[in-house]
């Protein structure tokens, strides 16, 4: 949403979330949405995916195929 901020800005959380689910290799048949807030904007790829792993492993073990 326009809370990120202008549109490069969404663009380039929208990049970092798509990179790290991709590498998360995920094994779901669903879909997932993400709400970014604004305070991704300084967080890099890796922070992202470790977010998310955590999740993951946390909410359903059985999704993560290959965390690594």
């Known amino acids: 949403s326009k809370k990120i901020g202008c549109a490069v800005r969404r663009n380039r959380a929208r990049r970092i979330i798509k990179e790290a689910f991709r590498n998360l290799k995920l094994n779901i048949n669903r879909d997932i949405i993400v ?3 604004p305070s991704i904007l300084g967080k890099k790829m890796q922070d992202i995916y470790y977010e998310l792993l955590n999740f993951f ?3 359903n073990n059985y999704l993560i195929k290959h965390a690594g």
Do not use: L
Request: charged share 50%; aromatic share 0%.
């Open 57 to 59: 492993k946390n909410k």
């Open 35 to 37: 709400v970014a807030k």
